[in-house]
Nanobody, 120 residues
């Protein structure tokens, strides 16, 4: 019902910046919130940030707060993740996800992911 496509990943030096984009298509009107997750080598997938579709309410994990900023364009059905002051530990595959349920903290749709690699 909802297709998500991430872009903007790449290789950067520590301290650098990247801007990820997630383009959504399909029945995006049913989406309550969009989120970014990441999975680093040898680690479980973790929550990074989220934003509600109909407001500017955002949430961040403690490890990225102050460095990353999530934003959206409802008209363009696109969510962004601006990543600044990148660290090697930020290296991971970053996934865009869409949440439909207002109360249940679960995500229903996922993109294929985009690789972010931060070198020392």
């Amino acid at each position: 019902q909802v297709q998500l496509v991430e872009s903007g990943g790449g290789l950067v030096q520590a301290g650098g910046s990247l801007r990820l984009s997630c383009a959504a298509s399909g029945h995006t009107d049913s989406t309550y919130a969009m989120g970014w997750f990441r999975q680093a080598p040898g680690k479980e997938r973790e929550f990074v940030a989220s934003i509600r579709r109909s407001s500017n309410s955002t949430s961040y994990s403690g490890s990225v707060k102050g460095r990353f900023t999530i934003s959206k364009s409802v008209a363009r059905n696109t969510v962004y993740l601006q990543m600044n002051s990148l660290k090697p530990e930020d290296t991971a595959v970053y996934y865009c996800a869409a949440r439909r349920n207002v109360f249940l903290n679960e995500y229903d749709y996922w993109g294929q992911g985009t690789q972010v690699t931060v070198s020392s």
